[in-house]
């Protein structure tokens, strides 16, 4: 009759194991199964699966026709930087780059004050030979909004743009390039 019960027991706990969501990711429950003399213990232990470790902002700079640096950046909350030297940059092709998480944070800080989610998707003049600026920033929902801008953005966008350039010029070994 123990055993029977047991395995009633053990079936109904077998079927509660469904997953579960999180606000981290998904979790689920993992049953034990202990004796301890004639007494069975059961214990469930629940366990995180981490959140999706895709990009939390993505960079990109547009050729022109003349010598405008070109390259792009896809940027990881841990730091990490996947970087595309496309043209008029000293460094040229794929690379795996990095930064400071504390530096991502505050990217993303400067983001929500200059009021990203607000912005247009598109600040263009039509001239065909200007550079691009391209920023997408992940939502709390997961998708990412996206801005293109050139010269005629208002100055909160400028400015935003501004600073972005900055930090990733620096990483791109552009100071001192002419830009």
Do not use: W
Not at 100 to 107: G, H, I, N, R, S
């Amino acid at each position: 009759m123990r055993i029977l019960s047991l395995l009633l027991l053990l079936s109904f706990f077998s079927f509660s194991l469904v997953p579960t969501a999180t606000a981290q990711g998904t979790s689920t429950k993992k049953v034990k199964v202990k004796k301890a003399g004639k007494k069975t213990v059961l214990t469930t232990k629940a366990t995180a699966t981490p959140a999706p470790a895709g990009p939390v902002l993505t960079f990109e700079r547009t050729p022109c026709f003349g010598a405008c640096p070109a390259y792009s950046m896809q940027v990881y909350a841990d730091g990490r930087v996947a970087y595309e030297g496309r043209h008029s940059v000293p460094l040229m092709g794929k690379r795996d780059l990095k930064l400071p998480a504390t530096a991502v944070a505050e990217m993303l800080r400067q983001a929500k004050a200059a009021r990203f989610e607000t912005f247009d998707k598109e600040y263009l003049t039509g001239a065909t030979d200007l550079p691009s600026t391209v920023v997408a920033i992940r939502q709390p929902d997961g998708s990412f909004k996206k801005v293109k801008a050139e010269s005629n953005a208002p100055e909160n966008v400028k400015a935003y743009f501004a600073y972005l350039t900055t930090q990733f010029d620096q990483l791109a070994q552009l100071d001192g390039v002419e830009k």
